[in-house]
């Protein structure tokens, strides 16, 4: 009954998304995933991920990874599924942190393509859904771990979020749209993690999705706004780290008189037919 109360208030929440603001989950940890073995060496198999990955994602002139959902053919459907299944077959309980972090990492984008690819008319993941009421597949139950019903929004907000406290999450986790950090074309590893999140980090700051001046105005991606308590305690100290980030604007950026301006774009992540 908790679970069914705490995926209505995140509907609720939902439910207050436009194209510039969203009233987005608190992270809210679900006490049972934060189990961990640390003397766990079992280190999983994300190939046939890479593999899909090496496959259908799509580097662009404009820095923005697009992926070729259209192209899946049957077989990389099904074998994605078979990931899926494989993931859930997994106990990441049982596993040390490096481990459980590429695997909510890995399994949370893997999920999006797969719900992608079951709306393939949906020009937004906003319009992928399978309750009339809802906005997007972040509360669709999508797979059981454990026993455990999981969906989108509990791998982010009540898992990743509130076990690694690392705002560098959000670059990392997709949302197939334009406006989100870009699907990495390399699965995610205990061993790679790190540098991968610190790339992810870098890359979006750098793109103008992320982090736009013009005329001193300052706009940043909405993740920005919705995730404001991961980055910062108010825009001022927003401006200070993302500054720290962007040395060679730092002044421009810190001295910005006008209120940070906030923008998204939810249009799908789709690579252009060849």
């Not at 209505?8 to 995933?33: E, H, I, N, Q, R």
């Not at 999920?111 to 009421?133: D, E, R, W, Y």
């Not at 705002?167 to 991968?196: D, E, V, W």
């Amino acid at each position: 009954m908790l679970q069914k109360l705490l995926r209505f208030s995140w509907l609720v929440g939902m439910l207050m998304l436009t194209g510039t603001a969203l009233s987005a989950p608190k992270a809210d940890l679900w006490p049972y995933w934060a189990s961990h073995n640390e003397q766990s060496t079992t280190a999983l198999d994300h190939s046939i991920w890479q593999q899909l990955l090496d496959t259908y994602v799509f580097e662009n002139s404009d820095d923005i990874n697009r992926v070729a959902y259209k192209q899946f053919s049957s077989a990389d459907t099904k074998l994605l599924e078979t990931y899926i299944r494989m993931m859930a077959s997994v106990a990441p309980t049982g596993l040390n942190r490096a481990e459980q972090l590429a695997y909510w990492i890995n399994l949370y984008n893997a999920l999006t393509v797969q719900v992608v690819l079951a709306h393939p008319k949906a020009k937004s993941i906003l319009k992928m859904k399978n309750g009339f009421f809802s906005i997007g597949p972040w509360n669709d139950v999508l797979l059981t771990i454990e026993g455990k019903e999981v969906t989108l929004n509990d791998i982010e907000h009540r898992i990743l979020r509130p076990i690694w406290q690392d705002h560098r999450l959000h670059f990392a986790l997709n949302c197939a749209s334009i406006g989100c950090p870009n699907l990495s074309k390399m699965a995610y590893t205990s061993g790679n993690a790190q540098a991968q999140l610190q790339k992810s980090e870098a890359d979006y700051l750098s793109h103008p999705r992320g982090v736009s001046l013009t005329k001193n105005r300052l706009t940043l991606s909405s993740i920005f706004d919705w995730y404001q308590v991961d980055f910062a305690s108010n825009e001022q100290t927003l401006k200070q780290y993302i500054s720290s980030q962007l040395p060679e604007q730092a002044e421009t950026i810190l001295t910005a008189k006008n209120s940070i301006d906030y923008a998204y774009d939810w249009d799908l992540n789709e690579q252009p037919a060849q």
